[in-house]
Nanobody, 121 residues
Framework: QVQLVESGGDLVQAGGSLRLSCAASGRIFNIAAMGWYRQAPGKQRELVATITSGGRTNYADSVKGRFTISRDNAKKTVYLQMNSLKPEDTAVYYC???????????????WGQGTQVTVSS
């Protein structure tokens, strides 16, 4: 059983900062890509940022220059530093990770339960 647990969501004023964390635990052999997605009310879930095991990153255009994704492979944790937050960043943020549970096994996506980020104007 694999678990992803997010933390760090909060209510913050526009222009403020938050740091999200997501820790993976359970039966894990290896983790490939990790990422953050978000879903605002009435909208589809969208990609925010991803990071490979080697540290290569990818960002949605809407967050480039404001958000930074990073990971600690030893801790099986991914982070999202969010600066210059805007009201349109308000959403539930979900962590995702591609995980294999044994050597040579396939990788499957796992998801956290989400953490609420609310940015007031």
């Amino acid at each position: 059983q694999v678990q992803l647990v997010e933390s760090g969501g909060d209510l913050v004023q526009a222009g403020g900062s938050l740091r999200l964390s997501c820790a993976a635990s359970g039966r894990i052999f290896n983790i490939a890509a990790m990422g953050w997605y978000r879903q605002a009310p009435g909208k589809q879930r969208e990609l925010v940022a991803t990071i490979t095991s080697g540290g290569r990153t990818n960002y949605a255009d809407s967050v480039k220059g404001r958000f930074t994704i990073s990971r600690d492979n030893a801790k099986k944790t991914v982070y999202l530093q969010m600066n210059s937050l805007k009201p349109e960043d308000t959403a539930v943020y979900y962590c995702s990770a591609e995980i294999s549970i044994y050597a040579g096994g396939s990788y499957y996506p796992s998801w956290g339960q989400g953490t609420q980020v609310t940015v007031s104007s």
